[in-house]
């Protein structure tokens, strides 16, 4: 009994000074790591709809749409969409800018954890043209068949371009829906 | 000196031990995500070998693994968010995988078959060995995987770097350019292959054949 209150209490004893020190760390990180995600996902969201500044964010309660930014460009109310996609890596996040109509403007690929060299090539500034003004005449491709074969950025990522196609696609009809 | 050469050589963790292949294989596609990997787990198995060392006659033999994992993974977590706040691109690149240095086996390994039952001096020297050997091997094979696969060398980008002479040395980053600065992008073009590379080495089946050739050639050189 003595024995196994004081290896409990030498492992406890660790788990503590560990938890301290991590505690620490993040105390020093954290701001920074806050800081650093607040800027880059300002510039990507003016480098989205250059020349126009986004609007303050409204949340949406969806399985895929977390939120939106509306951003008034000329005569037209443009929509950037914050969406979760199902990733190799789990979940990713996408930016994704559509008119009012649902056709897609422009995207970005923001956090993930996509295989290096694989499905990371989906953060490649070329990756999203395959879907690019699509959504209203032409509809976004939701499989490999649908892109032909020019782009072989797929090639061996067929679950990172079923999460990104999926996603800027149920954003898309989500658009088409009038829900904002 | 035995103890820190053996790594690098006789006992090569990812050549010799074929430990720590999974990061091998799936950070080699740039050179840059290789000496980050490299350091991060030279990091994590130095402070986790002084830590066990130091502690070894503390820690109880039937709870060694949990408090050896605490430790390991305390190291990790710092190495994460440091990388995270401070160099994030390479954070981003490294994706998962800084995490699972956790589950390395050449840090448990080490933890287990040598930190445990050496003084803290010979621990040290084994985790710069085993470390440096570590990176030395991700390196070799990053090296011939981003030249043969995409015809670059991917380094870390210096702003403000100059000319030798008349002769510019390197393309200059984005950033330098924007601000009439000459500096590196941290992209080196290796001619010919850069338009025309042997896609088969940046996928996982041509890391698998680099690492398998790479060990074939180090074996026989440490026969001889």
Redesign the interface.
């Known amino acids: 009994m003595h024995s196994l209150v004081?290896?409990t209490l030498?492992?406890t004893l660790?788990?503590g000074v560990?938890a301290f020190?991590?505690g620490l760390?993040?105390y020093?990180?954290?701001p920074?790591?806050r800081e650093?995600k607040a800027i880059?996902l300002k510039e990507a969201l003016s480098a989205l709809v250059s020349g126009a500044e986004a609007g303050a964010p409204v949340d949406v309660e969806d399985e895929v749409v977390n939120l939106y930014y509306p951003v008034s460009v000329a005569d037209e109310t443009l929509y950037i969409l914050s969406l979760t996609g199902k990733g190799y890596?789990g979940d990713m996040t996408l930016l994704a800018v559509y008119d009012s109509q649902g056709e897609l403007i422009n995207a970005k690929l923001m956090d993930?954890?996509?295989?290096?060299?694989?499905g990371?090539k989906a953060?490649d500034s070329t990756y999203m043209d395959k879907f690019l003004n699509r959504g209203v005449e032409r509809p976004l491709p939701t499989t490999k068949a649908m892109i032909g074969s020019e782009f072989d950025d797929v090639t061996?990522a067929t679950i990172t371009f079923s999460g990104v196609s999926q996603a800027l696609y149920q954003g898309s009809e989500w658009i088409k829906e009038g829900s904002f | 000196m035995k103890e820190l050469v053996k790594g690098i050589l006789k006992e090569n963790p990812v050549f010799v031990l074929v430990l720590g292949l999974c990061p091998a294989l799936a950070v080699t596609t740039q050179v840059v995500n290789a000496i980050g990997m490299g350091m991060g787990t030279l990091f994590v198995l130095l402070c986790s070998n002084i830590m066990i060392s130091l502690l070894k006659k503390f820690i109880p033999y039937e709870v060694h693994i949990p408090a050896y994992i605490v430790i390991i993974a305390s190291f990790v977590t710092i190495v994460d968010l440091t990388l995270q706040a401070y160099m994030p691109d390479l954070s981003r690149s490294l994706g998962v995988f800084v995490q699972l240095i956790v589950v390395n086996c050449i840090i448990l390994g080490r933890a287990e078959a040598f930190a445990s039952k050496h003084g803290i001096v010979d621990s040290i020297k084994d985790a710069l060995g085993m470390g440096l050997g570590f990176t030395m091997a991700l390196i070799f094979i990053a090296l011939v995987r981003e030249i043969l696969g995409s015809g670059t060398i991917t380094l870390f980008p210096i702003e403000n770097l100059g000319f030798l002479g008349n002769i510019k040395l390197f393309q200059p980053s984005d950033a330098a350019a924007a601000q009439g600065v000459v500096g590196f992008s941290g992209v080196i073009k290796i001619p010919l292959l850069s338009d025309a590379p042997i896609t088969v080495f940046s996928l996982p089946a041509g890391a698998l054949l680099v690492v398998g050739y790479l060990k074939a050639l180090f074996n026989k050189s440490n026969q001889s």
Not at chain 1, 112 to 118: A, F
């Open positions: 004081d290896k030498r492992l660790i788990c560990a020190l991590l760390v993040n020093k990180t954290e920074v790591i650093r880059e890596g993930n954890d996509e295989t290096i060299g694989i990371k953060e061996g």
